[in-house]
């Protein structure tokens, strides 16, 4: 659910900001918290990422992406806000008493009962092997490898689907629009990843920016020529006669294919992305 606040200030008058009421107002479970040393896009204090750095102070949320405690079924204590990822996290409580944060389904409710086995039931938040989902489910938290851990589709509102299952292989679409073949016994878990309304967000002013880690980006042509290959020129200026946009450092910056002509996975692939 989208919120927009009272315009009481400049600051949070065009803020828009994804609101869930099913959001515990209580700290972090603290055994799954630990301290962070964030680089900043720097390495020895010079920077090599540029946009970054600053942003406020926060702790790691321990997240279990690989959910290998197999057929010990788990209720949901609670759904909590995570400043380290775009989506939101859910706090599992196993029968056996241990605690683990897993990425929350959107629809996931608090007192929920998930399950992670090979063939569990087909509800939001049950993890099981992608030769035994359906069709058609859209799916999300997907290992690339049995075993492996979730690595793909985490990001809020990023959804998944499976196409086909035949030979020891799954056909999974993924949000990009990719064709991805991957090992049926792979895990995955049902639904949508939570905070759908995210990319709807609107920040309204820059220093929260700041307060996420994200430094200003100038214009190269508000640069000098020293500066930029974009730069220099009196008054607003095109690119001039360059075959397009360049980065700082004079390389091609737009439709530039960065991977691999030779890569191993590319056998995977089944269908590309459309441009």
């Not at 964030?38 to 992406?65: C, E, M, P, S």
Request: proline share 6%.
């Amino acid at each position: 659910m989208l919120k927009r606040s009272k315009p009481t200030s400049p600051g949070i008058r065009q803020l828009i900001r994804a609101k869930n009421l099913k959001l515990s107002k209580e700290g972090p479970q603290k055994s799954l918290v630990v301290s962070h040393f964030r680089k900043k896009g720097r390495a020895g204090g010079t920077i090599t990422t540029r946009h970054k750095g600053g942003g406020h102070k926060k702790l790691y949320r321990v997240i279990d992406f690989k959910r290998d405690k197999m057929n010990i079924p788990a209720k949901v204590v609670s759904i909590e806000y995570d400043p380290f990822r775009n989506c939101f996290i859910a706090l599992l409580c196993y029968a056996d008493g241990e605690k683990r944060y897993i990425i929350a389904a959107e629809g996931m409710e608090v007192g929920q009962e998930i399950l992670t086995a090979e063939n569990a039931p087909l509800k939001i938040g049950n993890r099981l092997t992608l030769k035994n989902i359906p069709v058609g489910t859209p799916v999300h938290d997907i290992e690339l490898y049995p075993q492996s851990g979730g690595v793909i589709v985490r990001s809020a509102g990023s959804a998944a689907q499976v196409l086909a299952v035949e030979g020891g292989y799954a056909q999974v679409k993924m949000p990009s629009g990719e064709v991805r073949s991957l090992r049926d016994k792979c895990l995955a878990t049902i639904g949508q990843v939570s905070n759908s309304e995210y990319s709807n967000q609107v920040l309204a002013k820059a220093g929260r920016s700041r307060w996420l880690g994200i430094r200003p980006t100038v214009r190269g042509s508000a640069m000098n020529p020293c500066d930029h290959p974009h730069g220099g020129g009196e008054g607003r200026q095109p690119i001039g006669l360059r075959r397009g946009p360049k980065t700082p450092w004079g390389k091609q910056a737009l439709g530039v294919k960065t991977r691999r002509k030779k890569k191993w996975s590319d056998r995977f692939i089944v269908q590309r992305r459309k441009k």
